[in-house]
């Protein structure tokens, strides 16, 4: 079964930085897209970022573009999302998704089929 899990989150200053990952556990990340969501209390889910499976950033969100950046490891089978310069209104709780890419319309980065469970992101002073 695909298992993603994130952590990093955590309780940081406006302006300031967090680094969120998202690691598999029993199967490689090599042949997967991976995208970075976030969901606010009453807010829908909003898609960040989305990494395809050879290296390219395929989507970023005007909202976060200049401050969130996706990346990926391989030899980690990680993907992160490093996060500077960051807002009150980036406070959600951070998932991570991926999609194999057998499936149609993976590279969309509309498709995914395996969620994580979550990592909180909180932004106060």
């Known amino acids: 079964q695909v298992q993603l899990v994130e952590s990093g989150g955590g309780l940081v200053q406006p302006g300031g930085s967090l680094r969120l990952s998202c690691a598999a556990s029993r199967f490689t990340l090599d042949y997967y897209t991976i995208g970075w969501f976030r969901q606010a209390p009453g807010k829908e889910r909003e898609e960040i970022s989305c990494?395809?499976?050879?290296?390219?950033?395929?989507y970023t969100a005007d909202s976060v573009k200049g401050r969130f950046t996706i990346s990926r490891d391989f030899d980690a089978n990680t993907v992160y999302l490093q996060m500077v310069n960051l807002k009150p209104e980036d406070t959600a709780v951070y998932y991570c998704?991926?999609?194999?890419?057998?499936?149609?319309?993976?590279?969309?980065?509309?498709?995914?089929?395996?969620w994580g469970q979550g990592t909180q992101v909180t932004v106060s002073s």
């Open positions: 998704a991926a999609v194999h890419i057998t499936r149609q319309g993976y590279s969309t980065c509309r498709v995914f089929d395996f």
């Open positions: 990494i395809s499976n050879t290296d390219s950033v395929t």
